[in-house]
Each structure stands twice: as structure tokens, then as C-alpha cells.
């Protein structure tokens, strides 16, 4: 009930091509699906996040789609470029689950992504 | 603001030994998480507080593990005795809680992690 699956392992695409990360979850208590960034050596850092009441959101290259009804959710990465290459893992929370209920921010395995130049 | 920082940075131990890992939050963030990473389970919430007081340790695998907060800036995640199958990044992160009625804000800030080897 509180895994989100993550597809696919790994992905190479090359420089301007388009990157698809997707994910799926269970709970339909989750309301808040965030994508974050992993570079080598580096913590997980916050990339682009969506709410479940609006099927896209765009910043930049970065794209959100998001089914509820299928409860899927997918990053988009536009023009890849190599600086993208890291690990993108997508992740799912109740944001208004009271504290004393625990188990927040459930993460994906996580896609390496590899853009080649 | 310097963000979220772990110490050390590598630690190397062999099996049986006590660790201890560090973590300093974001001044005025009022959340604190510890999560272990591995090539095979992905990353794993361990445990997590607010306001200093454990929440929720049902991701804490064994005895071994153990954590406190003893103040707002300073948490530490100690495993005694290591095994080599503890080998992993542990990572600390911090939040800050949200308004209204939600009860966390959005935003997970992680360290840089702690690279743990048990030999």
C-alpha cells in the first residue's frame, strides 16, 4: 500500500532527446508527488513537485504528468542535455497526515539517467 | 545557509564496532529524518522526528539501530554492534513544518550523506 513503483532502472538518451521517468502508487491517500535529483556524491535535492487537483506541471524542461485515475505519474525531461545525467527518484507523501501517524515521503528505487553528449 | 551536514563523510569499521553518524539540520527547521541507501532497497526512511521527539522509528531494522535528538540543531544514528550487511549511504535530511492543516511542509532538504562500510 505504501511502495511506489519506479520504471525504468536506467535510461540513456542522448544530448536534445526526450527523457520519461514513470511512476505508480497504491494509497490514494497520497496528495503530494515530488521528483527529486540525485548527483553523485550529493543528497537527493528537491526537483519539481505536483498535487493531484492539476494533471501537468512545467518548469522549464521539467514536466509532471500526472493520472489520477490511473494513479501514475511521470517526469518528462526536455532537450536532455548531459548536465541531467544523475539519479531521479519519484516519491509520494500525505501531506496531511497528522504527525503522529508516521510514514512520510515514500521514494521510488530510482532511475539512473544518462544523457550522452 | 550552510544546509543540512553530515559527519563523517566516509566512515570504514569493521564488523562489530559501535558507529555514530551526525547530522546538523537547517537552523529553524523543526522536522528531521534519517534514511539509508542501497543499491537493492532503494532509500529507506529509518526513523523521523519533530520538534526532537521520535515520531516514527518503524523503518529502524534491529536493536542495533538507534537514534536520538537531543536538541534542535543535533541528531545521531547509531549502530552497535555493525554488520556488514549495514553497509550503505545514510543520509539526514530536514524539513519545516507546514501552515494551516497541513502538518509538513514540502520540502525535503537532504545532506550529503554519510558513506558507511562494515568490513
Known amino acids: 500500500q505504501q511502495q511506489v513503483k519506479q520504471s525504468p532502472q536506467s535510461l540513456i538518451v542522448q544530448k536534445g532527446g526526450i527523457s520519461i521517468i514513470n511512476c505508480a502508487y497504491e494509497n490514494t491517500a497520497f496528495d503530494y508527488f515530488p521528483w527529486y535529483q540525485q548527483f553523485p556524491g550529493k543528497g537527493p535535492a528537491l526537483l519539481i513537485a505536483i498535487r493531484p487537483d492539476v494533471s501537468e506541471k512545467k518548469e522549464g524542461r521539467f514536466t509532471i504528468s500526472f493520472n489520477k485515475s490511473a494513479k501514475q505519474f511521470s517526469l518528462h525531461i526536455m532537450d536532455s542535455q548531459p548536465g541531467d545525467s544523475a539519479t531521479y527518484f519519484c516519491?509520494?507523501?500525505?501531506?496531511?497526515?497528522?504527525?503522529?501517524?508516521?510514514?512520510?515521503?515514500?521514494f521510488g528505487p530510482g532511475t539512473r539517467l544518462s544523457v550522452l553528449p | 545557509d550552510a544546509g543540512v551536514i553530515q559527519s563523517p563523510r566516509h566512515e570504514v569499521t569493521e564488523m562489530g564496532q559501535e558507529v555514530t553518524l551526525r547530522c546538523k539540520p537547517i537552523s529553524g527547521h523543526d522536522y528531521l529524518f534519517w534514511y539509508r541507501q542501497t543499491m537493492m532497497r532503494g532509500l529507506e526512511l529509518l526513523i523521523y522526528f519533530n520538534n526532537n521527539v521520535p515520531i516514527d522509528d518503524s523503518g529502524m531494522p534491529e536493536d542495533r539501530f538507534s537514534a536520538k535528538m537531543p536538541n534542535a540543531s543535533f541528531s545521531t544514528l547509531k549502530i552497535q554492534p555493525s554488520e556488514p550487511r549495514d553497509s550503505a549511504v545514510y543520509f539526514c535530511?530536514?524539513?519545516?513544518?507546514?501552515?494551516?492543516?497541513?502538518?509538513?511542509?514540502?520540502?525535503?532538504?537532504f545532506g550529503s550523506g554519510t558513506q558507511l562500510s562494515v568490513l
Open positions: 516519491a509520494a507523501n500525505e501531506l496531511g497526515r497528522l504527525i503522529r501517524y508516521g510514514q512520510n515521503f515514500v
Open positions: 535530511a530536514s524539513s519545516l513544518s507546514g501552515t494551516g492543516e497541513r502538518r509538513m511542509s514540502e520540502k525535503l532538504f
